[in-house]
C-alpha cells in the first residue's frame, strides 16, 4: 500500500482552477521530485496536501486512511504525519532557534521537553547548526534558516517531508548546504516530496519525478526517463529548457 | 508682587502626595490592562467575527474614540445611578478608562495582528497550532515586540489622563494636590512639586518598560 495516495483531486483559488485530476503515489522510503514550470501548481499541490486549501474533489490517503479535509480531527493527524518546509522558511522571529524547533512538539504534541530539546539540539548539530541554539532568526543567514527550518520540520518525525523550492531564496554560495542536508535525508531513507528548479540535484536526489502542467501531471518516471527519454513533448520542451541554463 | 515662594508646607506633605501617585499608577495600570484585554476581543472579532459583531464592535469604537473620556465618565457616575447603579468614583473612572482604552486599542491591535506575516501563521497551522495557539505563541509575542513603544506610550498616556479622575473625587495625585492646595493656599508650590512628580512617574515608567521590552521582547529601543 502506498504511503501517500493521491486520486483525482482538484483545487481552485476562487474561480482559477490550479489543480485538475491529480493522481500520484508515493511509497514509504521514495523521493518524488514535482517539476513543471511557474504557476503550474506545485506549491498548490503541497499546500493542499497540507490542509491549508480544501481540495475541490478528489481523494487523498495517507497509509490507505482517507483524509477529511473538512475535518480538524483528521487535519491534526496529517499534520502529524506531514511535514513542509516553504520556499520562505518561515522561522517564528520572535523565537530563537531552539524555540523554533521545539514550540510544536513540545507544546502543541505535548511531548516531555527534555526528550524534544535533546532530539531538537542533535537534529540542529546534524544540520550543523549546534552553534546557534540561542540565535534569533533575523540573526541568521538565508541558509542557516532554512535548516533551521529543516530542522523544525524533522523534530516532528514525519512519515513525509514535504520540501517547496528550499532553495529558491537562497544567494547562490547557500544553496549547496541546503541541499548536501536534504541528500543526506534522502540517504536516510525519508520519504520526501520535493519541488525543486535545481535540475541536478532532483536528477540525483529522486527515485521518481513527476512532471506537472497547467495543474495537471503530464508524465512520471525515473531521472533517467524524465531527463533522457521524455515521452511528452511538453516534459522535453521544460527539460530541455531548464537544463540549458 | 512679593509672594515669596515656600515649599516646606507641600515638602512636608510629600509622603501623602506619594501615596496619590501610587493610586494614579494603579488606575492607570489597571485601565491598561483591562482595556488590553477589550481591545484583543475587540480586535479579533473585528477581524474574525460575521457582519453583526463587525458592526458592534465598530459601533463602540467610534462612539468612545470620538468622545472624551472626560464625557464618558461623567455619564457613568452621574447618569446610571438614575437606573439603579451606584458606582464609587474610583470604579467609576477605571471602567470609563477601562472602556475607553478598550476602543483605542482594539484599533491598535487589530494593526498589530494584521502585521503578522500570513506565513507565519501558516506556518503556525501546518505545525498543527489551534487559532488559539498561534493566537498565544505567533501573534501576542509578535505584538508585543511591533508594537511595544505605542503600547507603552500608550500606558503613559494613561497615567497622564487618570488626573481626571480628581474631578469625581479619587484622592490620586492630582486630587491629592488640589486637597492640599485649597487647604494651604500654596498652588503654585503645590502644582510645581506635583508636575515634577508626574514626571519622575513616567520617566521610571518608559525606562522600565523599556527594560521589560528589551528583555522580554528583544525591542531594541533606546531607554531614553
Ligand atoms: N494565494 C493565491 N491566490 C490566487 N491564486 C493563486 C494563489 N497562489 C497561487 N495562485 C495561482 O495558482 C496557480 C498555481 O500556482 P502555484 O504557486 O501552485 O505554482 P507553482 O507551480 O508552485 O509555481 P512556482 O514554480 O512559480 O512556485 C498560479 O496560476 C497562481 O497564479
Ligand atoms: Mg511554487
Not at chain 2, 475607553?100 to 505545525?127: D, F, K, P, Q
Request: charged content about 20%; glycine content about 8%; overall charge positive.
Amino acid at each position: 500500500m502506498p504511503l501517500l495516495e493521491v486520486k483525482n483531486l482538484a483545487a481552485s483559488y476562487g474561480a482559477l482552477t490550479v489543480l485538475q485530476n491529480v493522481n500520484l503515489s508515493i511509497e514509504k522510503g521514495e523521493v518524488v521530485s514535482l517539476i513543471g514550470s511557474s504557476g503550474s501548481g506545485k506549491s498548490t499541490l503541497l499546500r493542499v496536501l497540507m490542509g491549508l486549501l480544501k481540495p475541490n474533489a478528489g481523494e487523498v490517503r495517507i497509509d490507505g486512511e482517507k483524509v477529511d479535509y473538512g475535518s480538524r480531527s483528521s487535519l491534526k493527524s496529517i499534520r502529524d504525519r506531514m511535514a513542509i518546509v516553504f520556499q520562505q522558511y518561515n522561522l517564528f522571529q520572535n523565537m530563537d532557534v531552539l524555540k523554533n524547533v521545539t514550540i510544536a512538539p513540545v507544546e502543541i504534541k505535548k511531548r516531555p521537553r527534555a526528550d524534544v530539546e535533546r532530539e531538537a539540539k542533535a537534529i540542529l548539530d546534524r544540520v550543523g547548526l549546534s552553534a546557534k541554539l540561542k540565535s534569533y532568526p533575523d540573526q541568521l543567514s538565508g541558509g542557516q534558516q532554512q535548516r533551521v527550518a529543516i530542522a523544525r520540520a524533522l523534530t516532528l518525525r514525519p512519515e513525509i517531508l514535504l520540501l517547496d523550492e528550499v532553495t529558491a531564496a537562497l544567494d547562490p554560495e547557500l544553496v549547496n548546504e541546503v541541499l548536501d542536508t536534504v541528500r543526506e535525508l534522502a540517504a536516510e531513507g525519508i520519504t520526501m516530496l520535493i519541488v525543486s528548479h535545481e535540475m541536478g540535484f532532483v536528477r540525483e536526489v529522486s527515485t521518481r519525478v513527476v512532471m506537472m502542467d497547467k495543474g495537471q501531471i503530464v508524465e512520471s518516471g525515473t531521472p533517467k526517463e524524465i531527463f533522457e527519454n521524455p515521452r511528452e513533448p511538453r516534459t522535453s520542451a521544460f527539460v530541455s529548457k531548464i537544463l540549458r541554463h | 508682587m512679593n509672594y515669596t515662594l515656600q515649599y516646606s508646607v507641600v515638602l512636608q506633605q510629600l509622603p501623602y502626595l506619594l501615596g496619590g501617585a501610587l493610586v494614579t499608577l494603579q488606575v492607570a495600570f489597571l485601565s491598561f490592562w483591562l482595556g488590553a484585554v477589550i481591545g484583543l476581543f475587540g480586535a479579533v472579532g473585528k477581524l474574525k467575527g460575521n457582519r453583526l459583531i463587525r458592526g458592534l464592535i465598530n459601533a463602540y469604537v467610534v462612539f468612545f474614540t470620538n468622545t472624551p473620556a472626560l464625557v464618558q465618565i461623567f455619564f457613568l457616575f452621574y447618569a446610571l445611578p438614575d437606573v439603579g447603579i451606584l458606582l464609587d468614583p474610583m470604579t467609576a473612572v477605571v471602567i470609563g478608562m477601562t472602556v475607553n482604552t478598550g476602543a483605542y486599542l482594539t484599533e491598535i491591535l487589530r494593526g498589530g495582528i494584521l502585521s503578522v506575516r500570513r506565513a507565519e501563521i501558516e506556518t503556525a497551522e501546518v505545525l498543527g497550532m489551534s487559532h488559539l495557539q498561534s493566537l498565544r505563541y505567533v501573534i501576542l509575542p509578535h505584538i508585543a515586540k511591533t508594537l511595544f513603544a505605542p503600547l507603552s506610550n500608550f500606558f503613559v498616556w494613561l497615567v497622564l489622563g487618570s488626573s481626571m479622575a480628581a474631578v469625581f473625587g479619587v484622592e490620586e495625585l492630582t486630587g491629592r494636590a488640589i486637597n492640599i492646595s485649597t487647604a494651604n493656599l500654596r498652588t503654585i508650590e503645590t502644582f510645581s512639586v506635583v508636575a515634577l512628580i508626574y514626571i519622575a512617574l513616567t520617566v521610571i515608567a518608559s525606562a522600565a518598560l523599556a527594560l521589560v521590552g528589551r528583555w522580554c521582547f528583544r525591542v531594541t529601543a533606546r531607554i531614553f
